[in-house]
């Protein structure tokens, strides 16, 4: 529908005003020169903030973006800031007035506006990381997670080869009625195995390129992940923090509601 047909629809009371806003939302495009085409009207229709991928993009094109995401939306994620570049990007950022948060050991940061009031919609979701070298992904699902208004309960360095180290953060997650559980574990991944075995909320595993030799880069525990024979585990791509922590803050705000 064009922007005249959604208005008479609305005039003529076939549509009502939360439908109206999300179908305008889905035309909302804002060009910024000829580098990007901004979804503003993405928190709108689908409750997800912009990401902007800033790996490949160049610093001043990263900083341009951001800018004008948070000027129409209140708040950006940029994830994969180049590590030579993080704090160059964050100190442009901080200049222009903007508050930026960036994930523990992580190339990832959630920018918005100082006067910005972020509505959090009381969902709860676990975050755990199996080893310290994985912290950096699970701080990806954490700012995601953040941005969408979902508290996020993270537990770092509990992975298998120490095993009692996982229960007390299982058990509190639980007793805080999270309403998923982003698993990061590189290596083998069997993590999100063991704990898809013994709960019953759904599971998000994330494999990332921690290790080497046979299996390096992450196969090996994607592939560990893929085929567990555990029910309630969904798999996103190695080191996709951003995908997990969006994908679990969705169910968690789908329960609230």
Do not use: W
């Not at 003529?12 to 005003?17: I, Q, R, V």
């Not at 708040?75 to 930026?100: F, P, T, W």
């Amino acid at each position: 529908m064009d922007l005249r047909t959604i208005l008479d629809k609305f005039a003529s009371g076939s549509l009502g005003l939360d439908e109206v806003e999300k179908q305008i939302s889905i035309h909302a495009i804002e060009k910024l020169g000829n580098i990007a085409e901004l979804d503003v009207g993405r928190e709108v229709r689908r409750g997800m903030p912009e990401i902007i991928f800033a790996e490949s993009k160049e610093y001043r094109d990263v900083i341009r973006i951001a800018l004008a995401t948070v000027r129409r939306n209140g708040q950006a994620v940029v994830s994969r800031v180049r590590k030579n570049e993080l704090s160059k990007v964050a100190g442009a950022l901080r200049k222009k007035g903007l508050a930026v948060e960036v994930g523990r050991n992580s190339t990832a940061m959630l920018v918005s506006e100082k006067s910005f009031s972020r509505k959090m919609t009381g969902a709860k979701i676990g975050i755990m990381a199996a080893g310290t070298s994985d912290i950096g992904v699970a701080e990806e699902a954490r700012l995601v997670a953040k941005a969408m208004g979902c508290k996020a309960m993270a537990s770092y360095d509990v992975g298998i080869a120490g095993m009692h180290r996982l229960f007390p953060a299982l058990k509190e997650m639980m007793s805080q009625n999270v309403g998923a559980i982003v698993v990061v574990a590189g290596m083998e991944g069997a993590l999100a195995s063991v704990v898809a075995s013994m709960v019953d909320i759904p599971i998000v595993g994330v494999p990332t390129s921690i290790g080497y030799g046979f299996g390096a880069n992450g196969m090996a525990a994607l592939a560990s992940m893929l085929q567990s024979c555990t029910l309630g585990l969904a798999v996103v791509n190695i080191d996709n923090g951003v995908g997990a922590g969006a994908y679990a803050a969705s169910i968690a705000r789908r329960m609230k509601k």
